[in-house]
């Protein structure tokens, strides 16, 4: 693969993985989980295949999206639990 087309989508692969982190709340590595650390290694793997095009830069948006979301339905649904 050509020097370009990495560049490409690391580029594309940070600013979709920052985008999404933001959005999913934690600032710092202290407000973490280890649920958070997990997702962090595992979504770790997945820039890695989307970087070394293993995967389609499409599956990448699709599995850290769908691994982000499961984050924030856990963190809902522990809210709620405290509420009750």
């Known amino acids: 693969m050509d020097p370009f087309r990495i560049g490409v989508r690391c580029l594309v692969a940070y600013l979709f993985l920052l985008a999404v982190l933001r959005l999913a709340g934690k600032q710092t590595i202290r407000q973490g989980t280890t649920f958070d650390f997990v997702l962090a290694l595992v979504l770790g793997d997945l820039i890695d295949d989307a970087l070394w095009a293993e995967v389609p830069v499409a599956q990448f948006v699709v599995a850290t999206t ?9 963190t809902v649904h522990k809210v709620f639990a405290k509420v009750r």
């Open 66 to 74: 769908t691994l982000v979301l499961l984050k924030l339905l856990a």
